[in-house]
């Protein structure tokens, strides 16, 4: 179990970004879109390393509900449909604290696989 947990989540007014204060102050501000496209479900992730699924199309994707799952993490719904992602305090720290490099990692494997952020 992590060393570290949420005081507080907040998702924004517009839906579009996920506030998440842990007991050590640190505060993360995670964009929908990043969580959408960094899910750790299986439909994104896949059963291995070969079998990771790049998302496009989620730039204007916002979250439409955030439900604990015990103690140890929340599973967020997208108003896309998505909602197979639990993600765990210790995910939700990382990407708030490596998330922006994570993201940049996606951009790239958009633009070499001809993708976009936008829907089409």
């Known amino acids: 179990m992590s060393d570290f947990w949420p005081s507080e989540l907040k998702v924004s ?3 579009r970004v996920l506030f998440v204060t842990f007991n050590d102050g640190l505060v993360a501000t995670l964009p929908a879109e ?13 059963h291995g390393p070969d079998q990771k699924v790049t998302v496009p199309g989620k730039r204007e994707v916002a979250i ?7 103690n140890y993490a929340v599973r ?3 108003d896309d449909g998505h909602d197979s992602g639990i ?3 210790s995910y939700l720290r990382e990407l708030g604290q490596t ?19 936008d829907r089409h």
């Open 76 to 78: 967020i719904a997208f």
């Open 87 to 89: 993600f765990t305090w």
């Open 13 to 15: 007014k517009d839906r």
């Open 64 to 70: 439409s509900a955030v439900a604990p799952t015990g």
């Open 34 to 46: 990043m969580l959408r496209v960094l899910s750790p479900s299986a439909e994104v992730q896949g």
């Open 99 to 117: 998330g922006e490099a994570k993201f940049a990692d996606y951009e790239r494997e958009l633009a070499q696989k001809g993708l976009s952020r």
